[in-house]
T-cell receptor
Framework: GENVEQHPSTLSVQEGDSAVIKCTYS??????FPWYKQELGKRPQLIID?????GEKKDQRIAVTLNKTAKHFSLHITETQPEDSAVYFC?????????????FGKGTRLHILP | TAGITQAPTSQILAAGRSMTLRCTQD?????MYWYRQDLGLGLRLIHY???????GKGEVPDGYSVSRANTDDFPLTLASAVPSQTSVYFC????????????FGPGTRLTVL
């Protein structure tokens, strides 16, 4: 089955700097890669996703890139702000298979330093 | 719209006791999931249901059971709780269309003593 590895487990960046979180997946048939943000004491919420037919997607200060050949994808946050402090989860699934489940990485705790 | 709700919010349970965590969604999603979240281990899938009347085992199913009598409800039962089941439990649901977002409930914090 699918296995998703996520690095680093903890990341501290100065406010205003960029943060990058990297994930790899094992199943070449996976074609949908969502990213979830979980603030302290809250539920995980989808912030951005990418499908396998595109290499990059942006939404304001966040962007995701996908390299299907290498089977890795990354989350980029630019101009980080205090509200970006949270745990971020990457995930992978075969979206066109209704019975397939989303497999999550173990998460990255991002600290934005003042 | 309530979305997806869980009850209770938190619970302290004596080891050996049984407990049912409740999960209800009003989005008419066919797929529902139970995860446990432990520090450093991310979100681990316990059980899932692709549609009412069917269930399946996830990554860590031992000690847990589920049922799916209808579309809206997906309760998780611990028959005889053990301290290692201390965790935060999240229920989630997902729509049928391709690339659909998975929505999470607010979570239940369970402590087994």
């Amino acid at each position: 089955g699918e296995n998703v590895e996520q690095h680093p487990s903890t990341l501290s960046v100065q406010e205003g700097d960029s943060a990058v979180i990297k994930c790899t997946y094992s199943d070449s048939a996976s074609n949908y890669f969502p990213w979830y943000k979980q603030e302290l004491g809250k539920r995980p919420q989808l912030i951005i996703d990418i499908r396998s037919n595109v290499g990059e997607k942006k939404d304001q200060r966040i962007a995701v890139t996908l390299n299907k050949t290498a089977k890795h994808f990354s989350l980029h946050i630019t101009e980080t702000q205090p509200e970006d402090s949270a745990v971020y989860f990457c995930a992978a699934s075969k979206a066109l298979n209704r019975d397939d489940k989303i497999i999550f990485g173990k998460g990255t705790r991002l600290h934005i330093l003042p | 719209t309530a979305g997806i709700t869980q009850a209770p919010t938190s619970q302290i349970l004596a080891a050996g006791r049984s407990m049912t965590l409740r999960c209800t969604q009003d989005m008419r999603h066919n797929a529902m999931y139970w995860y446990r979240q432990d520090l450093g281990l991310g979100l681990r899938l316990i059980h899932y249901s692709n549609t009412a009347g069917t269930t399946g085992k996830g990554e860590v199913p031992d000690g847990y059971s589920v049922s799916r009598a209808n579309t809206d409800d997906f309760p998780l039962t611990l028959a005889s709780a053990v301290p290692s089941q201390t965790s935060v439990y999240f229920c989630a649901s997902r729509g049928d269309s391709s690339y659909n977002e998975q929505f999470f409930g607010p979570g239940t914090r369970l402590t087994v003593l």
